[in-house]
């Protein structure tokens, strides 16, 4: 099983809270609400982003099917992105 | 000296002739009128402001007056200008204290873009604040002037200006409008509340104001850092409900009622990410003030924050 790697679209926020995870679409000022169940995702997406293009130190868990759903709805939203580094 | 000092003819020439510098939250507002009932409406609800000989740089240039001659005579009507630039469409002549009061909304939420502006009314105790934010005819108000009279100071009866460096509220301390049922309501809490002249049809109903505390228009420069959110909901014979918020959605629920979350960008979404880390956040459902201002004290009580 190949695991996407994802970051956070560039100019995206994200705040993750019990109950939540907001996600602020900087290029449109957009907001988004997601299920807590996220959070992961969007700490995971959100590290690579701020690596940059240098990640190929970052060690990412393989994605369980369930996850790679999760990222894949994350990016037809916008709010990640392939990641450069990534091996799809 | 206090525009309360001040006398009446002297006030009423001075608005018509260079006007009336007046501090509105972090600006100040220099009003200029040539009407009489929006110049006894200025000294009734803004008799505990400065009135400065030299005000220092002036923010705004409001000017409230009948948009022609002719509308002085033939179905009076009077208009708001600020800087001039007309961003209402006029009214009859005998709303022109609310016209104002909604103008002055207008400028700071246009124009308070180094603050997170809130729909909301705020008040401190203690040194904390509580952010009352809601839809229109939701109470809002009217628990906010419950609240005074049970010794909270006065910030805003209408906008939360949220300091993004500091993330304290910014008082504002200006007259607290109230609507339709609301007056009597408010006119009951205690003996004398000092409430002016009720203006009628108006796009809001009847509206009438009440004018803010002596010690909170003193204490104007003071802010407050927040400590609580509360969504009031007022519903008529409906029971108490209240319902914690988590951050997150605390988070979108007051993104809901920002005039400028969105042209923020990041900074507005930090200073609402670290206002909802850092404050209660309560729903709360009531059909009577007897119902929801013990709960808010409970709240105080708590200590959150």
């Not at chain 1, 130190?57 to 099917?65: F, L, R, V």
């Not at chain 2, 002036?58 to 009077?78: G, M, N, T, W, Y």
């Amino acid at each position: 099983m190949v695991t996407p790697r994802y970051a956070l679209a560039p100019g995206h926020h994200v705040r993750c809270w019990p109950d939540g995870c907001v996600v602020l679409s900087a290029p449109r000022a957009q907001t988004f609400l997601l299920p807590a169940e996220f959070a992961p995702l969007l700490r995971r997406a959100e590290a690579l982003a701020e690596r940059g293009g240098a990640d190929d130190q970052t060690s990412i868990e393989p994605a369980s099917a369930a996850d790679e759903d999760r990222y894949l709805r994350l990016e037809a939203c916008g709010i990640v992105v392939p990641h450069p580094g990534s091996s799809q | 000296m206090k525009i309360a000092d001040c006398a009446a003819p002297d006030f009423d020439r001075r608005l018509a002739a260079k006007g009336i510098p007046l501090p509105c939250g972090p600006y100040v507002v220099r009003i200029v009128s040539s009407l009489p009932h929006l110049a006894s409406a200025l000294r009734f609800h803004y008799a505990d402001f400065e009135l400065a000989d030299e005000p220092g740089f002036i923010d705004f240039e409001v000017r409230v007056d009948p948009p022609s001659a002719l509308r002085r005579i033939l179905r009076p009507q009077v208009s708001f200008t600020c800087d001039g630039r007309a961003p209402f469409q006029p009214l009859p002549l005998a709303h022109a204290f609310p016209m104002l009061e909604w103008g002055l909304n207008w400028v700071i939420s246009s124009h308070a873009h180094d603050h997170l502006v809130l729909h909301a009314a705020v008040l401190e105790r203690d040194g904390r604040a509580l952010i009352l934010s809601a839809d229109p005819g939701s109470g809002k108000s009217t628990l906010c002037a419950a609240l005074v009279q049970a010794g909270w100071r006065l910030l805003s009866d209408e906008l939360t200006l949220l300091d993004l460096e500091s993330g304290q509220c910014r008082p504002i301390a200006r007259p607290i409008s109230l609507k339709n049922e609301s007056i009597e309501v408010v006119r009951a809490l205690g003996p004398q509340q000092p409430i002016g002249a009720p203006c009628f049809g108006t796009s809001k109903g009847t509206v009438a104001h009440l004018r803010p505390p002596a010690s909170s228009v003193a204490q104007r420069a003071i802010p407050a850092m927040p400590a609580w959110v509360v969504f009031p909901r007022f519903g008529r014979g409906h029971g108490l409900g209240v319902e914690e918020l988590g951050p997150a959605q605390g988070f979108m629920e007051l993104a809901r009622h920002s005039f400028n979350y969105s042209l923020l960008g990041e900074a507005g979404f930090a200073a609402l990410a670290r206002l909802v880390d850092t404050c209660s956040i309560h729903r709360i459902g009531f059909g009577h003030l007897d119902q929801v201002l013990p709960v808010i004290e409970r709240l105080r009580g708590a200590g959150t924050a």
